[in-house]
């Protein structure tokens, strides 16, 4: 079983009239009157979100936005997976395989599609053309539900390498985001006779609990090592309670679109454009993903299986401004062949829709170097 069929989004009128209904019957959750965002997303955010949910969003505006560029799914593993496929009228571009993260989708990379795989018509050098496969994540959006255990970063990473061979790509690129960025090195890991380069916008590289470790590093690094303990006990309450206990929450997202985007939103944040933030809400909400995409964070959590020793195929990192802030003697621990490092003064953990100029050159900068490597 290895066809590949193409694929439309077609969400059922039926399916928008029975989310109308339930926005129209909110319940608001209670809050104190000098919360802010002490406490979590605040209500006053959330309600200008369903207010342009209900008044202002236009689904089948996004859902043709989408429908623009190829669509197929294929059955790896025994999972179903869903991707666009985006080739470059440049027939020498280099296939390049997007990974988006958690709380987002495939919509994560629509302002660089255009870019990436035909610079000439975006000013660019067509040297650097990509042909592009941009999957959703087993368990995310149009991929569905898993249906048994053990989706983690590994499996997934080996499914992706299985989806490029399957397109016909003897040699490609991956670049990722959020858990994007925890796949694409282990794409490269497992494929490395065919992965050119992983480019990444985190290295999720931790002390290790060597307290040696901590002691050569320079006081900007500390200060990450800080900040990345206090984003740990104030910031990662999704990523503790998505690890532990994923299906305690989901049973309230598969019931309450309201519920789903206030979730989503703890990490898409007021300043992301609302309809990018309802778009990604609104596909876990039309596929029912809620559970089965918090189940990678338990899969990743639980898998005893990890590779202990470094990648080598080239690395690249973009890291932007108000991100996880990579930690370079950790990540050159994890990943022997770090080629470009580079950090950037804008941009958010979204780079991909905030800062998508910067994040194009990065990607086309690293490719070049990696391609030589």
């Given amino acids: 079983m290895t066809e590949i069929r193409e694929f439309r989004i077609d969400i059922p009128q039926a399916d928008l009239d029975e989310l109308t ?67 470059s009228p440049e027939p020498d571009a280099t296939p390049l395989l997007l990974t988006h993260g958690w709380p987002t989708t495939i919509v994560e990379y629509l302002e660089v599609i255009g870019p990436l795989s035909d610079p000439r018509a975006h000013g660019g050098d067509p040297a650097d053309a990509f042909h592009l496969v941009i999957p959703s994540v087993p368990g995310f959006g149009f991929s569905g ?7 983690n970063r590994y499996r997934i990473a080996k499914a992706w390498a299985e989806l490029m061979r399957r397109l016909g790509y003897e040699r490609y690129g991956a670049h990722g985001n959020d ?24 290295v999720f590289s931790f002390p290790s609990g060597d307290p040696a ?34 299906q305690t929450l989901a049973h309230a997202l598969a019931d309450s679109p309201v519920g789903q985007l206030g979730w989503n939103a703890q990490l898409l944040g007021p300043n992301l454009d609302p309809d990018y933030v ?25 898998t005893t299986d990890k590779p202990a020793e470094p990648t080598t195929v080239p690395l690249g990192l973009a890291n932007f401004a108000w991100d996880f802030q990579s930690i370079r003697p950790f990540a ?42």
Wanted: glycine letters at 8%.
């Fill in 21 to 87: 209904e339930r926005l129209a019957r909110v319940r608001w959750a209670d809050e104190l009157p000098d919360a802010g965002g002490d406490y979590g997303v605040p209500l006053q955010y959330l309600r200008s979100l369903v207010q342009r949910w209900r008044d202002g969003y236009d689904w089948r505006a996004w859902e043709a936005k989408l429908n623009a560029y190829p669509q197929f799914t294929t059955v790896i593993d025994g999972q179903n997976v869903h991707f666009l496929h985006v080739r």
């Fill in 145 to 151: 539900p898993t249906a048994e255990r053990g989706w």
């Fill in 179 to 202: 858990g994007g960025s925890l796949i694409s090195p282990e794409v490269g890991r497992c494929d490395p006779q065919h992965v050119i380069g992983v480019h990444v916008t985190q």
């Fill in 213 to 246: 470790e901590l002691t050569g590093l320079s006081e900007e690094d500390q200060k990450k090592v800080q900040f990345l303990q206090w984003w740990l006990e104030n910031g990662g309450a999704y990523d503790k309670l998505q690890s532990t206990a994923p």
């Fill in 278 to 302: 309802l778009t990604n809400t609104m596909i876990y909400w039309l596929t029912n993903t809620a559970a089965s995409s918090a189940r990678l964070y338990y899969e990743d959590f639980h």
């Fill in 332 to 373: 050159e621990r994890d990943h022997k062949n770090i080629v470009s490092w580079n950090v950037y003064d804008t941009g958010s953990h979204f780079a991909a829709h905030d800062a998508p100029d910067l994040l194009v050159d990065d990607i086309r900068g690293f490719f070049r170097l990696a391609v030589h490597h």
